[in-house]
Structures are given as C-alpha cells and as structure tokens.
C-alpha cells in the first residue's frame, strides 16, 4: 500500500468506492436493518458479578485495553493514536462517561457497533474499528463485555478528531466499502472439527481479530482472504507484522504448540526474543490473562491452518 502515492490511491477510492453507492447503499441498509439487533436486549443469565468477570476476560481477549487507552491515559478513556496510509485514527473512550464516552449507549447500540459497524447516530465507522471481525461475537459475549465497561469508573476525556485527509475522512464513502468487503455474520463452528479448534477459531477470527493485523491488506484497506494470518510488511504504525501461519519457512511451522502458548503468556519466541510494538501490547494487556485452555485453542487453530509462504520481511 506504501507504494501507491496518495494520488492514485485517492483516484481508486472514489472510482471504486462512489461507483455502487447508489445501488450498494440501499442493499447494505436493507441488511443492516434485518441484521438490526433487538432493542430489548438484556444481559445473559446468571449474577451481576460473574457477567461482569466474563466480561473483563472477553475484554482482554478483544485486545479493548491496549486500542482504547493512550500512553499516559486513564484505561479505555481512548484517544491512542493509529497511523495508517489513510491517515492517523484516534480510539474513542470506551468508558461509562455520558457525555464523552458509552455511557448512554443502549444494548442495541452496541451490539449494532460491534456487529454491523454503526454509529449510535447512524453513520458508518471506518474499518479501522475491527467490526470485520468483531461481528462473528456472539451476542451473548458482546452483552458481557458491555457489562464490564459499564461497571468501570466513568472518565470524561473527549474524543479526538481523526487526522484523515480528504477524502477519505468522507463517513459516507463506506457504504461502498462496506457492499465490497464486509460480510456481517455471527461466528460458524465447524461440525467435523474439535470443540478446541473451534474456539480457537472463535479467539482468533472474531473476538481476538488476529487477522486485522496479521493479513496483508489491498489499496483500499481491506484485508486480502487469500493471504489471511500471513504477515503484514504494513501493519499498525508501519510495523511489520509476522506470518503466524505453518509453513515452516516463513512462519511458525517449526513451533510446537508450547511455543505458541508460551509466547502469548509471555511475549518470548523460541529464538528467545521478545516481541516489540503492538503485539507486546496485546500480551501485556490481553492474552496473558487468559486461561491455558484458551492459549492451547488458538495454538491449535493456528497450527492447523493451511501453510501459506509469505516473507514480510522482504516486502519493503
């Protein structure tokens, strides 16, 4: 993406994304509308205080922590920032504020967040917000995780403008990206594979979003299917992203499954180095929290996902 000088990038946005809005629009919202979730949503069965714990865990498990809070600020207050080609986004705050953050969010809002990427007011967010992804949680662990934010000490902190040059700061150009890209959908297990690698598969692709920084992504910012878990030589910040798929030459192939548990508990590779730069984050506020059982459902799925041969390290 690096490549393509802003220009060229901006011609293929308008030409790509304004061609299908008329027609994509319309079809998009009928989705939206059918996809809609109940207004009288309400948190699943049991006490106040195990929906709550569950939803901190979930919370850990979506990497909440580590894109909702700026080095130096109050945890998910937002306001970290997130460069990109497209420009610099700023994560909202996330807190119970009423004013400045979630605090006046029904259930129904934040479901229509998490699963279709929609605003409370009715506009898209950009996909920068992991909804990709995030729309395979289950409505159940959705509500659980709003509990837990809600049962956090609210913060005012305003939210800050996203830096995005025109005119990819246009909300209304993703509709088109959405008809192109977004498949919204709960999470699928699969009936001949084990209860392990399906809620690997669930931790990975839906709540985890692994691919959202693992996956090359094309001009337009959308991940690419065939390259999914390979790597990204252009990932959050510029960083570059390793290919977490088998093949032994590019990837973690040459990992046994202790390896991978012990890098998400503790942020060390087998070569014993240590990683660096987001996915430092995402085990330093996420997955070392989580359960053994977990870490070995999401070693299993990975280590069962087709080799796929990719060197990022010789992308730039």
Known sequence: MRTMRRWQRWALLVAVLVAPLPFGALLLSDRLILDEPDASAELPVGTVENIVT??????????????HTAPGGEPLAGGRALATPFGTFYSPNITPDAETGIGRWTDAQFLRALHNGVRPDGSDYFPVFPYPSFTG?????????????FSRPAVRHPNRAHDVAFPFSWRFLQSGWRLLFFTPGPFR???????????????????????????????LGATRPSLQLAGNSDGPDGQTVPNITPDPATGIGKWEKADLIGLLKTGTTPEQTTVKGAMREAITDGFKYLRDDDLAAIADYLLAQPPIVHDVTRQH
Not at 54 to 67: D, N
């Open 54 to 67: 569950k939803g901190e865990y979930l919370t850990r498990a979506g990497g909440c922590f580590s894109c």
């Open 137 to 149: 949680i289950t409505r159940v662990d959705a509500l659980a995780i709003k509990a837990y934010l």
């Open 189 to 219: 297990s699969s009936p001949d594979r084990t209860e392990a690698y399906n809620r690997g598969a669930y931790l990975v692709t839906a709540l985890g979003h692994c691919g959202e920084c693992h996956t090359p992504r094309n001009a």
